[in-house]
């Protein structure tokens, strides 16, 4: 088993100083970092845009698996095929959306600089504080009230396709895509102007009077002035909060933002992301027009499974499935696989080939030949979360 060294993205959003888990975790084990940067996000995988060390030496992670090959599951092609993080965030990060697999290829091909990896990026995030998100489609009820809520907005779309949300008359034409696009394509010439004059007139309103919609399209608009994230966030996408443990999974083409908290993410090993608004960075229209997902579901949560001495969260995909483990904790399960374990809190001592004590912020490096060693001396505030690919479990 080895310790590894992982590096920090200070992107814009990140939550700033010791408000900051990612912050936290790294002083818990003397990393420190000299400048005033937002702390967003820990990135613990084999990414060449962040990745992993061993510790204490500095080997790249990446290297000492190619050389190491036994630590890898037989169903393990090569090397970690996930990227495991923590993110703190602190303002809203970009509405985006993922593509499949085949669009990846397709993008990182015509669109390289846009799209670094050839790869698809479905996701999970596991709320560690509570967590304010936005994701997937509204139901249809639920976007029309909105929109008729938004004279301002109303006045530049097709009303009949408004009242036609959620009513497949015409199997060609999906009403919410259509009236969707309207408002994305207008990102740079209606909708700035639109923006203004409701957040004008809310702005004139009594705070108490607000509906939770239009309160957010005044927080959104203070932070991104005049852009069109505003409104396709707060109009369309569903707005919810996960407490600590529920979680989310997102696959490819739906459209989703984390507006605030901590978080335990895990993904395909991919930095594919299509941006539709809330950011001053590129925005694709065209390929999220034509890859979206317009399936009007209201919140959905991803259930994780009870095992007793450990939850486990596993969606249906290959790459990647993730342990949480608390004072409850008996053995590191055998998952066949490397793993990447991070300690969220409190402390406990792994006996395996090595025995190895683990604390708040440290990051684990298992191997797959470690057979279910046991875990003693389990502190009470235990928390610990490990990523690994599923298919190989005894
Ligand atoms: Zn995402």
């Known amino acids: 088993m080895q310790k590894l060294i992982c590096p920090i ?47 204490p030496h500095g080997q790249l992670l990446t290297d000492y698996l190619a050389n190491n090959s036994l630590f890898l599951g037989k169903h393990e092609k090569g090397g970690l095929e996930f990227l495991f993080k923590v993110l703190s965030v602190g303002k809203p990060l970009s509405i985006q ?18 799209y670094p990896d050839d790869n698809h990026k479905p996701e999970m995030a596991i709320a560690l504080t509570d967590f304010e998100l936005l994701c997937g489609f ?51 010439t209606t909708m700035p102007a639109i923006i203004r004059r ?35 966030g707060a109009t369309f996408l569903n707005h919810f ?29 991919s930095d594919n992301t299509i941006r539709a608004g809330l950011t001053p960075k590129y925005k694709d229209i065209e390929t999220l027009k034509a890859n979206l997902h317009y399936d009007m579901t209201g919140p959905i949560k991803f ?30 399960n055998n998952v066949g696989a490397a793993s990447i374990l991070v300690v969220i809190g409190g402390s406990a001592t792994i006996m395996g080939s090595t025995e190895v004590t683990l604390s708040r912020g440290e990051v684990l490096l298992a191997p797959a030949t470690e057979s279910s060693p046991k875990i003693t001396d389990i502190s009470d505030d235990f928390l610990c979360y490990r990523a690994y690919k599923p298919g190989n479990e005894n």
């Open 138 to 188: 509204k139901l249809a009820e639920d976007i029309k009230t909105t929109l008729f809520r938004l004279p301002e907005l109303l006045e530049a779309l097709d009303v009949v396709q408004v009242n036609s949300i959620g009513k497949f008359e015409n199997p060609d034409v999906d009403p919410l895509k259509k009236v969707f696009c309207a408002v994305l394509e207008g990102h740079s």
């Open 9 to 55: 993205q200070h992107y814009l959003w990140g939550k700033e100083g010791d408000s900051s888990l990612v912050s936290q975790l790294k002083k818990a084990v003397n990393d420190q970092y000299e400048n005033n940067l937002p702390f967003a996000e820990l990135w613990m995988g084999t990414h060449p845009n962040g990745p992993a060390r061993l510790h």
């Open 198 to 232: 409701i957040c004008d007139r809310l702005n004139g309103e009594e705070v108490a009077s607000l509906t939770d919609t239009e309160k957010l399209i005044l927080r959104l608009d203070k932070l991104y002035p005049g852009d069109v994230g505003v409104l396709i």
């Open 241 to 269: 909060t996960l407490k600590q443990g529920e979680s989310v999974f997102l696959g490819p083409n739906v459209p989703h933002a984390y507006l605030d908290g901590d978080c335990i993410e895990c993904m395909a090993c």
């Open 97 to 114: 959306a993922h593509p499949t697999k085949e669009q990846a290829i397709v993008l990182h091909r015509i669109k390289p600089n846009e």
């Open 303 to 332: 259930a994780p499974e009870d095992k007793k001495d450990h939850i486990l969260y596993k969606p249906r995909v290959k790459e990647f499935a993730v342990i949480k483990y608390d004072k409850n904790a008996k053995v590191l």
